[in-house]
């Protein structure tokens, strides 16, 4: 299953919070689209202390390029550091 591997090929983050949300049904249909599901992730991890969006995005696109074109078509990242996730939360 995809979503088991995306979790195993980003285990080296070691995420507090690692959420994978399969958002392919809302894409059905979509050109291109067979090539591979539409992934949603909220990483959350002191892996990206110092890191630009843009750095955290290579990161976990790297970790998973394998997959990508193939297992995964489209994939939308929120990668947060601990205190930037409890920030964003509702008090």
Do not use: W
Request: glycine share 10%; with cysteine.
């Amino acid at each position: 299953m995809t979503r088991t591997r995306i979790v195993e090929s980003l285990a080296d983050l070691n995420a507090q919070i690692l959420e994978v949300a399969d958002e392919s049904e809302r894409h059905s249909g979509h050109a291109g689209a067979g090539g591979g599901g539409h992934y949603r992730l909220t990483v959350v991890s002191d892996c990206f202390s110092g890191q630009t969006l843009m750095a955290r995005h290579r990161l976990i696109y790297g970790m998973l390029s394998g997959m990508m074109k193939s297992e995964i078509h489209a994939l939308a990242v929120n990668a947060y550091t601990p205190s930037e996730y409890h920030l964003k939360q509702p008090t």
